[in-house]
């Protein structure tokens, strides 16, 4: 696996490689919140995306440019979030055959929709057996390629295609709100911003009760947190990667944080006013921009909605709060 | 007024009308919905409208196309639906004073968002008031122009609209599934579809329990119900409209009903895989696709989602149940 860091020329390549198979998804505006903020704000809405997130991009991109060899030997992921899904329809499209690590407790609407795109599923039990050596042991034993969720930079590239579109499709912008976890999706939005919006004030934002990411990035160096607790499950990473904090720390404006109860005002106001489904995770960049935790009036901005994949009974549970 | 029955170049007029005010919404597809059908199926998503339904596209084509001393005196709706925030924006949009008649119980949502529009609330009780004639008094008292739901030229071509675009966007198609209430958007989809891909079949698909669009079309006549009870709140006219009848007397292919349990399901589908919200009368058209109301495998068929506006405590409801 390489480790080199990406470059813009590796979003266009990623563009051509994903071609008509990622959807290019809307952007949405309101009305309503463009007047709350007094500002005019863009929505990139990736939670209308294949498999329900962002993820897809990255995914396909990195199956797509394993070797002919290494396609043939298959892939594994460990993941119970949106990369598993990523990796096990990408590689569906791609004829590549694709093992998940998953624990046996994972919902069950999750390891359907992974089997639904044929992968095979391989459990374990979250308390006595640990999901990264079991991957390792599938990767030494059967010579798959472990295809991680975030730090590597064909995944990091596929992501920036997201942003990359976004700016195509909008033109410049005064600031860019961008969901972040282990910084893949960030870091991509930054290549894209750099080239395409050098002006642009990017943003990465997280769960207050998590943010290593803005400890990593005022301090400089990256700092690693316990496991965090907040309703944003696909931001819960405890520390950026060795690939997406140094374009994180040399391109971004700041790292924000949001609350759980603004994530699930974010969320209501998707609903009511915007109908569509953004997960908690997804509402992250959006919440800092409401909620002003940067001015933005009379600004341009985008914001990201990375993903849409909540369960129901829970989404029921956010609105109804 | 005038009553005469629109043809498809009122609905070439109405396009060029809205130009950019009405969003052109998007076409989304679901791999798990193709697969399950067998069938290639289009989504087009008028619950992303503005004020979140098709009823902007007719409201405005309707208040757009008045005299400028009609524009001067004001208009008038009576709804407490879509159809009276659609009026509100139209005219703020287009400058021109609008009074909408709402009973005095309508949710405070609703009320808020027609306020903020700019229009005047106009209070009724739905016990002891009738809605027409104080919005005759209006007309008559203070020379406001009433607009009406449905039964109208301007507003039928607005609605068409959506239909045109959507066969512009994804070409002919072998079938076709509107909502229905008191036709207004079946009669322009209609139109549209008779232009646009005259070998579709175009069905209007109602709420089981207030099927008086399937007796008309069967009796030939109008025929008139009872008030029904379903929650597609938006389909529940008792009669079709004296312009709308003749269209789809002539060009529809059957109309079909559905089950609120089937809306319910299709709501589910919508949040879970699709990540849109759309209110009950909005999946009419779905889920006579997805019940196989008639057979459509191995067709491209288009589903017309109407709208997105359900009230939020009801939604979590329905994705609970």
Chains 1, 2 share one sequence.
Do not use: W
């Not at 359907?112 to 057996?129: H, L, P």
């Not at 911003?193 to 934002?205: I, K, W």
């Not at 006013?273 to 921009?289: D, Q, S, Y």
């Not at 933005?296 to 914001?303: A, L």
């Amino acid at each position: 696996m390489t480790t080199r860091i990406p470059v813009y020329d590796d979003l266009v390549a990623a563009s051509k490689v994903l071609g008509k198979m990622a959807h290019r998804t809307p952007v949405l505006t309101s009305l309503t919140m463009n007047r709350r903020l007094d500002a005019q704000v863009f929505f990139k809405c990736e939670n209308l995306q294949r498999i329900g997130a962002f993820k897809f991009r990255g995914g396909y991109n990195a199956v797509a440019n394993l070797s002919a060899e290494q396609r043939k030997a298959g892939v594994v992921a460990f993941s119970s979030g949106n990369h598993a899904q990523a990796i096990a329809l990408a590689s569906k499209l791609l004829g590549v055959a694709a093992t998940i690590v998953m624990p046996h407790d994972a919902p069950e609407a999750k390891v359907a929709a992974t089997r639904g795109y044929g992968a095979r599923i391989v459990s374990y039990d979250r308390q006595t057996e640990d999901r990264e050596q079991i991957a390792q042991s599938l990767v030494q034993e059967q010579g798959l390629t472990l295809i991680p969720p975030y730090d590597h930079p064909d995944v990091i590239a596929g992501q920036g295609t997201a942003v990359k579109e976004f700016l195509e499709d909008v033109g410049p912008l005064d600031a860019l709100f961008i969901p972040m976890g282990g910084g893949g999706l960030l870091s991509g939005s930054l290549l894209a911003a750099q080239a395409l919006s050098p002006d642009c004030a990017v943003y990465g934002v997280e769960p207050l009760a998590g943010n290593d990411g803005q400890q990593s990035f005022r301090k400089g160096e990256i700092v690693h947190i316990a496991p965090p607790n907040s309703i944003a499950d696909g931001a819960l990473a405890q520390g950026l990667g060795k690939l997406t904090f140094p374009i994180i720390k040399q391109y971004a404006r700041d790292i924000l944080t949001v609350t759980d109860e603004q994530l699930v005002e974010a969320m209501r106001f998707f609903a009511t006013r915007m109908k569509i489904v953004v997960e908690p995770t997804g509402c992250l960049g959006a919440a800092a921009a409401f909620n002003e935790a940067v001015p933005v009036k009379g600004q341009r901005i985008g914001v990201l909605l990375s993903g849409g994949n909540v369960d129901l009974s829970a989404y029921a549970g956010f609105l109804q709060a």
